[in-house]
């Protein structure tokens, strides 16, 4: 770092210079330092917990958590007065706005809080000078190599933000920013999610920290698009976390003479198109469509349950610490002849494994007694008044929590021009109260009006995800889509009715 002259004149020029930015201080360099006073001034028992206490001051979220804090900070303190002077003289009183969560938190600093970025760019670049006794053009390509390495890096993060889904982020609620948006972007948004079940839209509870200092939506906001099972829009994004690419970006107005124009490759596109067989157009046919319709997927549960053979079995006892069978190695047998002999003077502990079935009775003696024995599974979800939409949602691949998504598309089949003539004649003078059951304003449990009932929602299930709706209960009912033609291979979706007021998912 450099030294404390330097940089209080380097803060002074900023102000000349650039009056209306905001100068934050490295985070890293100034808790080195505070590191550093408290070996000098306080005993080895106390160390640990006294640079504990300090970076509870530097991340307090709020002023009313910096002043506790800090108070907690001068009681530990009390028999070490050089140091807390220290602490509240060079660096608290005088900079707190420019590195304490609190007032930073207010800031738009897009995750740079330290200069460790900076520092290791110029120790690689110190790497490749090896010293510093080259001429010009040593230094020159050893910079101009520096800056290659780093551009090839950069190009490489943004390839895997184009074609590399991460498990957590295949949600259709994060259809419109995949591929569009950095994956530490997604990270962090895929984190702040953890937060709207507690915080839901109460922007006092959430803080809104993500939102002023990142650019990328705050739990309040996520909570809003879920209760709204609405993906979330690309333009709540900074437009630096959308910037995937090195070219540079023309301002507003600005022309380079040059038009951006698909018409060649679309033509082109056509072409290709044409000249394929069948399995060849099916294929380029999925390709465009992730890229036309991002929030909608092909993705799907199988029909059956599939049966795995696991590895091939050969006679005799297999050995218990592998999985799957093969010869040992010499290494392997005298380990093994060496543990049984320390074995033989000790009791044995092994432990009979349990197997528990996966079934659950008390749902499936609700069943009807013919259906019972083809019962493999049945799955249990939430009851929060939201369980019959949980169980759509996690056998259509959303996962359970996509529940907000089911809503929302079933909303948006009831209101449908092609088919409104159809569910005018199927729900009559209750065609306004079956589209407000699907509408909530919060999350949590919801009253029974808000509850999946049949057979209204059956209609809307089959027609909107084209498939055949089997609902066990008292009593059974079945829905075939009414707006297609009927298919061999179309989807079943089994679910239950239990304890008259609950829906599980039937296998």
């Not at 070490?80 to 602490?87: A, D, L």
């Not at 190009?155 to 259809?175: C, D, L, M, N, T």
Request: net charge positive.
């Amino acid at each position: 770092m450099a030294s404390k002259t330097h940089v209080y004149t380097l803060m002074k020029a900023i102000e000349v210079v650039f009056p209306n930015s905001i100068n934050l201080l490295c985070r890293f360099h100034i808790n080195k330092n505070v590191g550093a006073k408290c070996k000098q001034h306080v005993v080895n028992d106390l160390q640990k917990t006294i640079d504990t206490l300090w970076m509870e001051v530097v991340w307090a979220s709020d002023e009313v958590e910096y002043g506790q804090r800090l108070h907690q900070l001068e009681q530990a303190c009390v028999d070490y007065s050089g140091f807390i002077n220290y602490v509240k003289d060079t660096w608290l009183t005088p900079h707190r706005h420019r590195f304490v969560g609190a007032w930073i938190n207010r800031v738009l600093h897009l995750g740079n809080t330290t200069t460790n970025r900076v520092e290791s760019a110029h120790w690689k670049l110190k790497q490749m000078l090896g010293n510093s006794i080259g001429d010009m053009v040593k230094c020159w390509e050893a910079m101009s190599n520096n800056l290659r390495l780093q551009l090839g890096n950069i190009r490489a993060s943004f390839q895997k933000s184009f074609y590399e889904v991460e498990h957590a982020h295949v949600s259709p609620f994060y259809g419109y920013l995949r591929g569009s948006v950095s994956r530490a972007a997604l990270r962090r948004i895929a984190e702040e999610l953890l937060r709207v079940d507690y915080v839901g839209t109460n922007r006092q509870i959430c803080g809104c920290t993500l939102r002023t200092s990142y650019g990328l939506p705050c739990a309040c906001e996520l909570g809003r698009y879920r209760v709204g099972g609405i993906p979330i829009p690309i333009d709540v994004v900074h437009v630096h976390w959308r910037k995937l690419t090195m070219e540079v970006e023309l301002e507003i107005g600005e022309d380079d003479g040059s038009e951006v124009d698909m018409t060649a490759a679309m033509d082109e596109l056509w072409r290709r198109f044409r000249s394929l067989d069948v399995i060849g157009k099916m294929a380029l046919r999925s390709r465009v469509c992730e890229l036309a319709y991002p929030t909608m997927t092909t993705l799907c549960p199988p029909p059956e349950k599939i049966k795995t053979k696991g590895g091939v079995k050969k006679k005799g006892k297999k050995p218990a610490d592998y999985d799957v069978y093969r010869d040992p190695s010499y290494h392997e047998y005298v380990d093994k002849a060496s543990q049984s002999s320390q074995r033989q003077s000790q009791p044995s502990q092994t432990s009979k494994k349990i197997k528990l079935s996966k079934k659950q009775p008390q749902f499936i003696v609700q069943f009807p007694n013919h259906i019972r024995s083809y019962i493999e599974d049945v799955v249990n979800v939430e009851s929060d008044g939201n369980c019959g939409f949980r169980v759509i949602a996690s056998l259509h691949g959303y996962g359970e929590d996509g529940w907000p998504m089911v809503r929302r598309e079933l909303g948006l089949e009831i209101i449908d021009k092609d088919r409104s003539t159809l569910y005018d004649k199927l729900f009559s003078n209750r065609l306004s109260a079956v589209r407000e059951s699907l509408m909530i304003e919060s999350f949590g449990s919801q009253p029974p009006e808000k509850w999946m009932s049949l057979p209204d929602m059956g209609y809307l299930i089959a027609n909107r995800y084209n498939v055949v709706l089997v609902c066990l209960g008292n009593p059974c009912i079945t829905f075939f889509p009414m707006t297609s033609s009927h298919s061999p291979n179309v989807s079943i979706y089994c679910i239950g009715f239990v304890n008259q007021n609950h829906w599980v998912q039937v296998r």
